[in-house]
């Protein structure tokens, strides 16, 4: 069983940057693919970005292309997902998510057994 905690979401500015972070705890908490995805208010949850086991293998749904990186530190047990360029339309509550796939990385959220309790994102116009 993995346990997933976000923090970093905040209140900002259109244009701003903000990061994101996961960290992760329990039992098989190594060997797993991590991802991202954000629901707004009114929409369902929707993928942003998923990474690889070793980190070498990214994903990224088209939107945040460019603008978001997700990046993980094994030794921590840690994901983050660094957004720049933020936009009005990025506002949601931001969700870690979790699955023991070492490099299958996927984008439904049926994926992914293993979630947070996820971090709101607001971008000010």
């Known amino acids: 069983q993995v346990q997933l905690l976000e923090s970093g979401g905040k209140l900002v500015q259109d244009g701003g940057s903000l990061r994101l972070s996961c960290a992760a705890s329990?039992?098989?908490?190594?060997?797993?693919?991590g991802a991202w995805f954000r629901q707004a208010p009114g929409k369902e949850r929707e993928f942003v970005a998923a990474?690889?086991?070793?980190?070498?293998?990214?994903d990224y749904a088209e939107p945040v292309r460019g603008r978001f990186t997700i990046s993980r530190d094994n030794a921590q047990n840690a994901m983050y997902l660094q957004m720049n360029r933020l936009k009005p339309e990025d506002t949601a509550v931001y969700y870690c998510?979790?699955?023991?796939?070492?490099?299958?990385?996927?984008?439904?959220?049926?994926?992914?057994?293993?979630w947070g309790r996820g971090t709101q994102v607001t971008v000010s116009s």
């Open positions: 329990g039992r098989g908490v190594t060997g797993y693919v």
């Open positions: 998510a979790a699955h023991n796939g070492l490099t299958s990385l996927q984008r439904p959220v049926t994926a992914y057994p293993y």
């Open positions: 990474i690889s086991w070793g980190g070498s293998i990214t």
